[in-house]
């Protein structure tokens, strides 16, 4: 059984949950291609891929995407894209059902599939949780082992560099956390500081949970020792990833856990905070991960442990291991209490009349960026020493490598993956410092070369969501209306998940991305000057194109596609607790009393009317490349694309969550019954009291 150092477990855990999220993100892509970048789809992948016209491999060491060579096989860029997601569909499956496949090389295929599909992805894949995916991918190709050549045995063993690897796993969980808490601070927004983003956040999110309206209508008080409690979590908890003691390593784990669990319960937001649970992982040791899940997911094999062995056998623990346990629980108790100590202080928590918390922000903003100054080297000195510490361990057991052959070749592994682990954290400094300017000029330039030499790979990147709080005052909307005639009748366009329908109830979606649902939302944050694709979307939709309808909820001009077009701008809000009923969970057991979810107030004009044969339309649309013509023939042929075809043919009426979902609960069969069929038999061994 592995110590509490050891993470065979962990790097178990870890592989297969990032094959399970590659399967949401290839899934929930593979539906929207037609309607996202097809030939008739609201940006064309293909003008993404305007050829040098010198050959496909000077085009592909322009863009590296595996579309350029998808004519060598019959197809088209929209086939291509399909293709690249159904084989990044199967993969993910194949590395969740058997433990062979979640190898290094696996990992390879299943990254540069997305990084290809990432390439001609546009504004629609250009969000956080995408880059996020394509730098854990990259680490995961580190992590995971190279199998090819190994024995059974030795697939599943711990390979001694496998402690670094994880730890850049960690230090980017890090960077994820505590820059998404000190960003907030860092905008000088006024509802981070007046603790009053959460008056805002349920209401204004993109695509929020049933939950979020019943979280919305909690007391302010409430409200506003949550933002407390999200700066303590995100800024001060996470630097104990990298604590020596492992209990407050265990603690700032669940306090993580805790913190994305309330997000996922009241947003939709997709497989982003599924990669930041994964990336929590790699803080654990393969015993909390024993204790964590249970006996039928994880093998367990009997060991007496040291407690037992002293009942039995009768002599008592060493008095240097009783000093370091009662130091660890004091180094515990101690940390902990500093903590809540300068919570209180800093956020000044008392209790108020009614037992309502108080809570206000005590330091100034420039304390706050004083503070940050400081902290910031430190962080980097913190996890540099960590990273040294893990490299020595792992140099360590290589020498202590029973064999010369086994030995050299550990040290040789110990020697690639440190000289990788350290040039990963040395270019991770650069996005990293973006939090504080002063830190980000003491990066040495060698260093930011570097990070600029390697960034089309997307290797690390600068995280922080919500810097700003949008909706305050009433969440915009764009509402979308066709009509025949001028005079009207005006008819909505409904979307699959975002609000419109004041009456409709809030949907669970994730860990699907209605990805044109979710650029509504920003879209309703600027104008339909910042965002050509809206306006041909509302092109698409003049000319009844199927592959746009499809991401819609529903047609309401079927077999007339309407003459005319406009968009208008609303201000949502949520509807408050019904009148009759005597609590917030009095509302919740009852949902028949919410007559309607939101209320809606217009606000201005959008996009003015608009016709398909409006030579200003077409002009500003030339404008941006979205041609009307097709510019770049293209003829697909062959079995390959009548076979990519047919598949798109049998899923394009399957809604998205549900498609989603039982491909996972295939992998899942499929995982549980290759781990049955692959168990080794053995004797049953009881738990002897005695050993």
Same mark, same amino acid.
């Given at each position: 059984?592995?110590?509490?150092? %050891? ?15 590659? *399967? ?48 060598? *096989?019959?197809?088209?860029?929209? !086939? ?8 990044? #569909? ?18 390879? #295929?299943?990254?540069?599939?997305? &990084? ?67 960003? %907030? ?79 996922? *319960?009241?947003? /939709? ?39 037992? +062995? ?84 792992? *140099? ?76 305050? @005052? ?83 001009? %079927? ?14 809000? &949520?509807?408050?607790?019904? @009148? ?6 009095? +509302?919740?057991? /009852? ?9 809606? %107030? ?22 941006? @490349?979205?041609? !009307? ?7 697909? /042929? ?23 979902? +039982? ?29």
């Amino acid at each position: 059984m592995a110590g509490h150092g %050891k993470q065979i477990l962990v790097r178990r855990v870890f592989l297969w949950g990032l094959s399970a999220i590659y *399967l949401f993100a290839f899934a929930s892509l593979y539906i929207q291609i037609p309607g996202l970048y097809g030939r008739n789809g609201i940006l064309p992948a293909r003008l993404a891929l305007q050829s040098g016209g010198v050959s496909t491999w000077e085009d592909f060491r322009a863009r590296p995407t595996l579309l350029w060579y998808m004519p060598n *096989l019959g197809l088209d860029t929209e !086939t291509g894209m399909e293709l690249l997601a159904i084989t990044g #569909i199967f993969v993910s499956l194949l590395a969740m059902s058997m433990d062979s496949w979640r190898d290094s090389g696996t990992f390879v #295929i299943l990254w540069y599939l997305y &990084y290809s599909l990432y390439q001609v992805g546009q504004t629609f894949l250009w969000f956080q949780w995408d880059i996020l995916l394509l730098e854990m991918g990259f680490l995961a190709i580190l992590v995971a082992p190279f199998t090819m050549f190994l024995s059974r045995q030795e697939k599943a063993s711990s390979r001694h560099h496998d402690s670094i690897n994880l730890w850049l796993v960690k230090w980017l969980v890090f960077r994820l956390m505590f820059c998404s808490g000190v960003v %907030k601070l860092n905008s000088e927004c006024d509802t981070w500081w007046n603790l009053t983003a959460l008056d805002w956040h349920y209401e204004s999110q993109c695509i929020p949970t049933p939950l979020a309206w019943y979280a919305h209508q909690l007391p302010k008080w409430f409200q506003r020792l949550s933002v407390v409690l999200t700066y303590v979590i995100l800024i001060v908890l996470s630097i104990l990833f990298f604590a020596p003691v492992r209990s407050l390593r265990i603690f700032s784990f669940y306090a993580q856990i805790f913190f994305q669990l309330l997000i996922i *319960l009241t947003g /939709n937001y997709n497989f982003f905070n599924l990669l930041a649970v994964l990336a929590c992982f790699s803080i654990l040791d393969d015993e909390h991960i024993k204790f964590i899940f249970p006996t039928w997911l994880v093998d367990r094999e009997p060991e007496p442990v040291f407690e037992e +062995a002293e009942k039995s056998v009768g002599f008592a623990m060493p008095p240097c291991s009783r000093v370091k346990r009662y130091l660890r629980k004091c180094a515990f108790m101690v940390t902990i209490g500093t903590v809540a100590y300068w919570t209180l202080l800093l956020f000044d928590l008392r209790f108020s009349s009614k037992q309502i918390i108080h809570s206000k922000i005590t330091f100034s903003k420039r304390d706050f960026f004083t503070a940050i100054s400081m902290v910031t080297p430190i962080t980097i000195w913190i996890g540099l020493g960590s990273l040294c510490v893990e490299i020595v361990a792992a *140099l360590i057991g290589c020498i202590l490598e029973r064999g010369i052959l086994a030995k050299i070749w550990s040290l040789l592994q110990w020697a690639v993956f440190s000289f990788a682990a350290l040039g990963m954290f040395a270019i991770s400094l650069v996005p990293y410092t973006d939090i504080d300017y002063n830190t980000q000029q003491q990066v040495w330039p060698v260093i930011k070369r570097w990070k600029q030499q390697t960034d089309f790979l997307e290797l690390v990147n600068a995280y922080g969501l919500f810097r700003r709080m949008t909706g305050v @005052g009433g969440r915009p909307e764009v509402v979308v209306e066709g009509s025949h005639s001028l005079e009207g009748p005006w008819t909505e366009y409904k979307f699959l998940y975002k609000p419109g329908d004041v009456n409709r109830p809030l949907p669970v979606v994730a860990p699907h991305q209605p990805r044109v649902d979710w650029q509504m939302w920003f879209a309703a944050l600027g104008s339909y000057n910042h965002n050509p694709w809206f306006v041909h979307m509302v092109y698409r939709l003049l000319h009844g194109q199927q592959e746009v309808l499809d991401l819609l909820d529903r047609n309401p001009f %079927k077999g007339d596609p309407p003459r005319y077009i406009r968009a208008s701008l609303y201000t949502y809000h &949520y509807t408050k607790l019904p @009148g009759n009923t005597s609590g917030l969970f009095d +509302a919740y057991r /009852n949902s028949k009393l919410i007559k309607s979810w939101w209320t809606r %107030k217009y606000v201005d004009n959008y996009l003015p009317v608009v016709s398909k044969d409006e030579p200003t339309l077409i002009t500003w649309l030339n404008h941006f @490349g979205y041609a !009307t013509g097709n510019p770049w023939p293209e003829h697909p /042929n062959g079995r390959l694309y009548r076979i990519v075809k047919h598949f798109r043919f049998v899923v394009r009426t399957m809604d998205p969550l549900v498609f989603i979902l +039982a491909l996972l609960t295939c992998g899942m069969f499929m995982s549980i019954a290759h781990a049955s069929l692959d168990a080794p038999i053995t004797p049953n061994r009881k738990r002897d009291s005695t050993w």
